[in-house]
Structures are given as structure tokens and as C-alpha cells.
């Protein structure tokens, strides 16, 4: 008895050991066509059938003849894929797309011949209306037909980041100033007896400073969350699965503290607690978000984080 089940468990245990190999490519059976585009896909992060939409003003494309047409060298080009020669394309009527087409990729083409981008994307708007243009070009006056990716490409606008920095610097001043000599409640210097607020302002803060890390750090990992978004944080690397949670948690808190001041103040003081809270916010998000990307912002983080927790201590001696 004790021999048989000995001779199974080394059976058992041969049959555990055993390794099938690594599974290569060939072992999936793909066209080189297929390949070609898992490859494109997995350094470009889009590839044929996925959606956008146009962010510019406008986007001209060139339209493909069916007949031959003399046209610049530039435009013209011998098409190679593997092996195989594509026919010559003959590109010289425009088209142009305007802000909020949506569009989808039908074709990518390498055009080893041109100096400017070898990548020529195909675009269709509809049935009738499609052409080729190079990425460089599409990308710039495009974004990914998704919420999620058109709301990251609004807050990460570098000019706008300026103008809000700006803007928000010396309004926010303005405004501190003004409410601390009329006595009014404001978070950080004359707040009221909750943690909410403080803990708002310190998450904005730590979540802006994430954000620009993962910018600056794993630049590739944010571009492919920027072309296929996702709010669930399980789905996603765990520098961006925390980034999320970080989100998730500012709603979070920042419905508990519209909650909690509505107890303390009355509906007026309510109002004006609450501006002044989000210009504090936007504060910290500009200032975080630019001043990471200069590395100054972890020092700041720590800075902000002792000050805010000395503030409301202090506040709740009083």
C-alpha cells in the first residue's frame, strides 16, 4: 500500500515538473500581418479600429485616388510590408475634419521614405469620407474618443496649467486676504473644528504630486492608461491603480466635507467656506503639479503635510 502511493506521488510529482516550453508566437499560429500590428499596438498603444476624436479646430487629411495622379515624391511613396509591396498610393486631395469629429483608424502604413514621419495613418470620419495622415500630425490634433482620456488631456494642457497657476495664484490671495480680515472660516488658518477639509487639501495635494510622478517617471505606462483609461484600480499597474484609488478617495472625502461644514456653518457661510476651500485645492493642485516636474515637489509635499496637520491642531487648542 505504501509503495503505491509512493510510485503515484512520484508520478505525480514527474508530471508537475514537466515544462511544455515557452510559448512563442508560433505557437499562436499568426499571420506576420498580425504580429506586425501586436507589435505596432504594444509601442504605439492604438492600432487599427480604435476611436478618436478631433480636439483642433481642423485636420486635413489626403484623400486616396483610385487612378494614378503625378503628385510629389513625399506623397508618393512604395509601400512595404514584410515581403510583400503595396500598391503605390497617390495622395493629393485634402480633406478637412473639424473639432469634434470622431474617427476611426482603418489603416497603418510605413512609408520608409519619408524623412518627415514613416508612419501614415488611414482615418475614416464615415463611408464616404476618409484619407491618410501622418501620426505626428494626427495625434496632435486628436484625442482618444473616451471621457476619461479627454478629461486627462484637459488638465494636462501645459498652457492652460500656466494661466490656472497664474490666475488662481493671485486669486487666491485676494481672496485669503480678504476673508481673514472680515474673520470668515477658511481651511489652514481659520477653520473649522474638522478634519475633512485639511484631509481634502492634503489628498489634492499627494494625488497631484502622484500624477506628475508617473508623467516623469514611467511616461509610456501613463501614455497607454491615457489611450485605454480605467477607474477600476485592480485592473491597472499599481502605480496607477493607487493613482485611482487616490481619485476614488477624493470623492469620497470631498462629499463627507460638503456634509460635515453644512453642520458647522450656516448655508451662507456654507457657500463662502466652500469657494475658499476649492481655491485652496486648485492651489494645491497647480503648484504640486508643476513644481514635481522640477522635483521640488516631494520637499513641498512634506512641508505642506507638517504645516496643514500643525494648522489644525492648533486651530482645535483654540
Not at 515624391?73 to 470622431?102: C, K, N, Q, Y
Not at 484631509?199 to 495635494?205: D, E, P, Y
Not at 463627507?256 to 453644512?262: F, H, L, S
Request: negative net charge; proline residues 5%; charged residues 15%.
Amino acid at each position: 500500500m505504501r509503495r503505491s502511493l509512493f510510485t503515484i506521488l512520484c508520478m505525480l510529482l514527474l508530471c508537475g515538473c514537466y515544462n511544455q516550453g515557452p510559448i512563442t508566437p508560433d505557437a499562436w499560429n499568426l499571420t506576420e500581418q498580425q504580429l506586425d500590428s501586436i507589435s505596432f499596438y504594444t509601442t504605439h498603444h492604438y492600432t487599427q479600429g480604435y476611436n478618436f476624436v478631433v480636439s483642433r479646430d481642423s485636420l486635413k487629411i489626403l484623400e486616396q485616388q483610385n487612378e494614378m495622379m503625378p503628385v510629389p515624391d513625399i506623397l508618393t511613396a512604395e509601400i512595404t510590408a514584410g515581403d510583400e509591396t503595396m500598391p503605390m498610393l497617390s495622395l493629393v486631395d485634402s480633406i478637412t475634419l473639424r473639432r469634434h469629429d470622431h474617427l476611426v483608424v482603418a489603416d497603418i502604413h510605413t512609408v520608409p521614405s519619408d524623412s518627415i514621419d514613416s508612419v501614415w495613418v488611414k482615418v475614416a470620419r464615415d463611408q464616404l469620407t476618409f484619407g491618410w495622415v501622418r501620426e505626428s500630425e494626427l495625434l496632435a490634433a486628436v484625442s482618444p474618443d473616451d471621457p476619461i482620456s479627454q478629461f486627462i488631456d484637459f488638465f494636462s494642457d501645459s498652457h492652460l496649467l500656466i494661466f490656472l497657476a497664474f490666475c488662481v495664484l493671485v486669486g487666491g490671495a485676494y481672496g485669503v486676504s480678504h476673508l481673514l480680515r472680515k474673520g470668515a472660516k477658511i481651511v489652514h488658518f481659520n477653520d473649522i473644528p474638522s478634519f475633512y477639509p485639511t484631509l481634502l487639501c492634503l489628498l489634492v495635494a499627494a494625488s497631484a504630486v502622484l500624477y506628475s510622478s508617473i508623467q516623469l517617471f514611467a511616461p509610456e505606462m501613463w501614455r497607454h492608461f491615457y489611450y485605454h483609461p480605467s477607474l477600476n484600480p485592480f485592473a491597472l499597474p499599481w502605480h496607477l491603480g493607487l493613482f485611482v484609488i487616490f481619485v476614488w478617495t477624493l470623492l469620497i472625502v470631498a462629499i463627507a466635507t460638503v456634509d460635515d461644514v453644512r453642520h458647522h456653518l450656516p448655508l451662507g457661510e456654507s457657500i463662502l467656506y466652500l469657494g475658499g476651500l476649492a481655491a485652496v485645492c486648485a492651489v494645491d493642485y497647480v503648484v504640486f503639479s508643476i513644481t514635481t516636474l522640477y522635483y521640488m515637489g516631494y520637499p513641498l509635499l512634506i512641508a505642506y503635510i507638517v504645516f496643514a496637520i500643525h494648522r489644525l491642531l492648533l486651530q482645535k487648542s483654540l
